[in-house]
Each structure stands twice: as C-alpha cells, then as structure tokens.
C-alpha cells in the first residue's frame, strides 16, 4: 500500500495563502484519484478538492474559486494551492489517494490555521 505524507501547512492570516504538497512513496501503482479532506475542532471530515490521473478536478462549492488541486504523476505528488483563505477554512488537511484493490489510503494530515 501507498504511503502518503502531507506536508505545508502553517498558520496564516486571513486573506493569505498557502499550498499543501502531498508526497506518495512506497507501493506505488496507478494512482488513480487524488484528493483532499478536512476536518475542523468537532466537526465530521470533509470533501475538499480531488483529481484525477487525467486531471480532472473537482471541488466543495465552499473551495470553488479560491482553492487549485494539481498533481504530478510522475513524481507521485498532489498539491492543493489555497487563496484568499477564511478562518472557517481551518482544519486538518488529509491527503488522500486511491488505487485498484488497495483502496483508499490516507496521509497524517497536516494543521492549517487561518487567524482572523
């Protein structure tokens, strides 16, 4: 199975940005989707942005605009660019990738902090 590690994450002000790279290592075999979910203090985690190996993308309309999804296949990575971030866009990012018979794998996350 994949292992995913997130990576970029920080504290920022509202109205800045951030990007998230997620790096994919280990059983490496056609990723096929990749994506990104949330989850904020007491809340239940959610759809961000995915991608598929082709490109196409999708997004939560809470993201659309604001948030780009972006992968490279050949390095096995994703990457999440976030403008224009809000205090509710604080959560914990997961990374995430699914693969024939494996699955779904997930990252550890990692913390963004949006002040306002």
């Known amino acids: 199975q994949v292992q995913l590690v997130e990576s970029g994450g920080g504290l920022v002000q509202t109205g800045g940005s951030l990007r998230l790279s997620c790096a994919a290592s280990g059983s490496i075999f056609r990723i096929n989707d990749m994506g990104w979910f949330r989850q904020a203090p007491g809340k239940q985690r959610e759809f961000v942005s995915s991608i598929s190996r082709g490109g196409s993308t999708n997004y939560a309309d809470s993201v659309k605009g604001r948030f780009t999804i972006s992968r490279d296949n050949a390095k096995n990575t994703a990457s999440l660019q976030m403008n224009n971030l809000k205090p509710e866009d604080t959560a914990v990012y997961y990374c995430?990738?699914?693969?024939?018979?494996?699955?779904?794998?997930w990252g550890q996350g990692t913390q963004v902090t949006v002040s306002s």
């Open positions: 995430t990738a699914n693969q024939p018979l494996a699955g779904v794998t």
